[in-house]
Structure formats: structure tokens, C-alpha cells
């Protein structure tokens, strides 16, 4: 401890001295007379020398002549004086001393000079063992870390893009699904999760990247619920409304009774049949699959247990309350709202942004039925 405050003063005391040094060599510097005054002169009587030598003709002997002199004249005059010292050579000094107190305060507040290194490996290595205890951002890491490791394997890649969605990272969720179409590209259901991403990151629309993502998931396999409902989607967005329906009826007779996907879908025939009217049950946007959903959900309960276990994080909490309103679960929202709120009574800025989390638009209701 000794040595760190030792070199740190050394440090300072040096910074002051190089301060003031600048400061004394900007003042001598600015009290010199200009040199270009004594350029200007000495090329006014060299002037005739350089005549007689036909170095300048002699028909331009005035024009030089009087340029020269203009220019004598203004370095002679200048319109702005030299700039001066307003303040003695104590000042330099004396605000090195205050940057140095200041950056003094500041370290006895946060610092720690017996603080261990921190190398990246070792915290990797941590958030590997026991992800329950930190946040999304530290198991992002920990999940990249797995995938480099196991390139081969698709379970990762679909781990890391279901946290990427849950954090509202789209373009990471895309990125990581399209590696795990890259490695196992028979998997319609990896194919159609991809799909499905594009349509959310274009807030519902099914552009021609989405449909020919749907088009090979429904070669792959014919009976995927997922590809099945956007390409219906595609074909009403496209004017073959005829077309998207029948596509639409013939999946409503294949979904399973117990299916929550039912009930919106055939609110959503309802109100393609007759486009005029607005259906209350159907929403602004697709709801996701169960695959997608259930991925969002089991991330949302990994966050609520290490809450339970760790409960002091505020960022953590406004994520556990803006991730239950999405889900339109209520209870569970509500619940952890208040103990958040009871946690940080005395934090304005929590309770605003718990507050911000509170409306969060909800994932269409077919999605958050489990």
C-alpha cells in the first residue's frame, strides 16, 4: 500500500512539473519578438542585390518592392497582442494539486489498491459454474464461450439466441440461429425459429427473407405448424386472401383441441374473412411459437431464481418486471414488483424505471398460454 501511494505521488509531482515547465516556455516564447520582422527587412535590402544579379527584373523592382514592405508592416503591427500569463506561475501548480486531490477522493471511494487481478478467463469460468448467480450479459458470455468450444452442437446456438431475444437483441438471436441452421440444416424446427425472429424483428411483417425461411421449413417438413401459419400470413399480406385462408383452415383442423395456438388463429380467420371488422381477439402481432416462447420463459425463471438467491441487483428486478408483463403474467408480475419496490423504497431512479417495465407491450396471448 505504501509503494502505490509512494509512486503515486511521484506521478502527480511529476505532472505538476511538466505543467509548469510548458506554462514557463509558453510565456518566454510569447515575449520574443516576431523573427519574420527581421525576414522582411533584410529581404528589403538585399532587394537591389538581387537586381543587379537578374535575379528579380527590374520591371517588378516596386511591385516586390512595396510587397515586402506591406508584409514588414503588418509583422511590425499585429492586431492581436501577444497572448499573456493572466495568472502567476502558482496557478498551473495549484490546479495539478486539485486534479490530483480530486482523483484522491475518488480512489478512497471506489478504489482498491489489494484488489485481486480480475482476468476474463477466471470470471468466465465462473459464470460457467454457477449461471443461476449473474446476469444475462455474463451467460451471453458463458453461452459464446460453449459454442466456440462445441461447434458442432446446435443446443448452445439455441440457448444463446433465446437469451439474445429475451433481451430484446434480435440481430444476435438471427446471428446465432443461422449458425445453428449452418450446422445442422435438416432441422425444419431450427429453420422455422429463424424465421419466426425475422418476422418479430420486423415487427410482424413477413418480407421475402422470412417467407423463403418458411418455404424451406415447410420442405423440410410439411406439417410445421410455425411455417405453415406465416406462409397463410405471407399469402393474405401478398392479395391472395383466398389462398392464405384455405392454407390457415386447413391448420386449424390440424392443431391439436388443447392447442393455445386455437383460439387466436381462428380469431384471426374471423377477421381475415371479414377485414372490415376488428376482431377483439386478435392481436397487432404473430405470436410466437411454443418453442420460442418456452425458451423466453425458462430464461425469465432462471432470472427469478438467482434474484431469490441474490436479490440485490436493481437492474435485475426491472428486468424480472418488464420480462413478466411481456409474458402477461400477471401474478408472478406483481409479486415481484412489490418486493422490488419494498427492496428500493429509497431509489427514485429503480422506481421509475420499474415503472418504465410496467408498460411493456405483452406477447400476443397464444404465446404466453402454457
Do not use: C
Amino acid at each position: 500500500m505504501i509503494g502505490f501511494w509512494i509512486a503515486a505521488a511521484l506521478l502527480t509531482a511529476g505532472a505538476g512539473a511538466l505543467i509548469l515547465f510548458r506554462a514557463s516556455r509558453g510565456s518566454s516564447v510569447a515575449a520574443q519578438p516576431d523573427p519574420a520582422v527581421a525576414v522582411y527587412r533584410r529581404a528589403l535590402t538585399e532587394l537591389d542585390d538581387l537586381v543587379d544579379y537578374d535575379l528579380v527584373p527590374a520591371q517588378e523592382r516596386r511591385a516586390v518592392r512595396a510587397e515586402a514592405a506591406r508584409r514588414l508592416l503588418e509583422a511590425s503591427n499585429p492586431s492581436a497582442p501577444p497572448t499573456q500569463a493572466r495568472s502567476g506561475p502558482l496557478a498551473p501548480l495549484a490546479a495539478a494539486g486539485l486534479v490530483a486531490l480530486a482523483a484522491m477522493g475518488l480512489y478512497l471511494k471506489i478504489g482498491d489498491a489489494g484488489a485481486r487481478d480480475q482476468p476474463f478467463a477466471a470470471r468466465l469460468a465462473a459464470w460457467r459454474r454457477n449461471p443461476e448467480r449473474y446476469g444475462p450479459q455474463q451467460l451471453a458470455a458463458a453461452l459464446h464461450a460453449i459454442t466456440v468450444e462445441r461447434p458442432g452442437d446446435i443446443e448452445p446456438l439455441r440457448r444463446l439466441a433465446a437469451l439474445d431475444l429475451a433481451m430484446g437483441d434480435a440481430d444476435g438471436a438471427v446471428h446465432s440461429l443461422r449458425k445453428a441452421v449452418a450446422v445442422a440444416p435438416e432441422r425444419a424446427d431450427l429453420v422455422a425459429a429463424l424465421g419466426e425472429v425475422l418476422v418479430l424483428k420486423a415487427q410482424g411483417a413477413v418480407n421475402a427473407d422470412a417467407r423463403a425461411i418458411f418455404e424451406r421449413a415447410a420442405r423440410l417438413d410439411p406439417s410445421s405448424p410455425t411455417a405453415r401459419y406465416y406462409l397463410g400470413r405471407a399469402q393474405i399480406d401478398g392479395g391472395d386472401r383466398a389462398g392464405g385462408l384455405a392454407a390457415w383452415r386447413r391448420l386449424l383442423a390440424d392443431l391439436p383441441p388443447n392447442d393455445p395456438r386455437r383460439t387466436q388463429l381462428a380469431a384471426e380467420i374471423a377477421s381475415a374473412e371479414h377485414p372490415d371488422q376488428v376482431a377483439p381477439a386478435v392481436m397487432e402481432s404473430p405470436s410466437p411459437s411454443p418453442e420460442v416462447s418456452g425458451a423466453i420463459a425458462a430464461m425469465v425463471e432462471g432470472l427469478a431464481a438467482r434474484l431469490r438467491a441474490h436479490p440485490d441487483d436493481p437492474d435485475g428486478w426491472v428486468r424480472l418486471v418488464r420480462a413478466y408483463t411481456v409474458l402477461g403474467k400477471t401474478r408472478e408480475r406483481d409479486v415481484a414488483l412489490g418486493e422490488a419496490r419494498s427492496r428500493y423504497a429509497n431509489r427514485p431512479d429503480v422506481l421509475n424505471a420499474l415503472d418504465a417495465a410496467m408498460k411493456a407491450a405483452p406477447l400476443p396471448a397464444a404465446a404466453t398460454a402454457r
